[in-house]
């Protein structure tokens, strides 16, 4: 339900009312009675963003926090593993050819 502006002719007060959208239209005044009332032009219902930014995951459950992070953790050891594995290699076949290069 929006918010929204009025203004009396006769006295000038101003206030917001949190009404439904097909509520009719306020006419009578709280602080002076009469029937002066109008509705104000505002900027209504839109969204206003403010911050540093707005992204996905800032609204992520914890549930799925915790799923990323065992993935990343477990993906880390795996490529750790690979180049561990990948330099004795290596060093294995540079021994066998005599600490010589082909090239």
């Known amino acids: 339900m929006p918010t929204y502006d009025y203004e ?8 917001e009312l949190f009404q439904g959208i ?5 006419k009578k005044c709280p ?8 509705r104000l032009f505002g900027t209504g219902g839109a ?6 930014g707005f992204y996905q995951t800032y609204y992520r459950s914890e549930s799925y926090k915790k799923a990323a992070q065992a993935d990343k953790s477990s993906s880390e050891s795996k ?15 540079t021994a066998k050819s005599g600490g010589k290069s082909d090239s």
Request: hydrophobic share 20%; aromatic share 4%.
């Open 79 to 93: 490529s750790e593993s690979k180049s561990s594995g990948s330099s004795t290699e290596s060093k294995a076949s």
């Open 31 to 38: 602080e002076c009675g009469k029937n002066k009332l109008r």
């Open 47 to 52: 969204i206003v963003f403010k911050g540093s």
């Open 22 to 26: 097909n509520d009719p239209v306020q």
């Open 8 to 15: 009396c002719d006769a006295c000038s007060h101003t206030f």
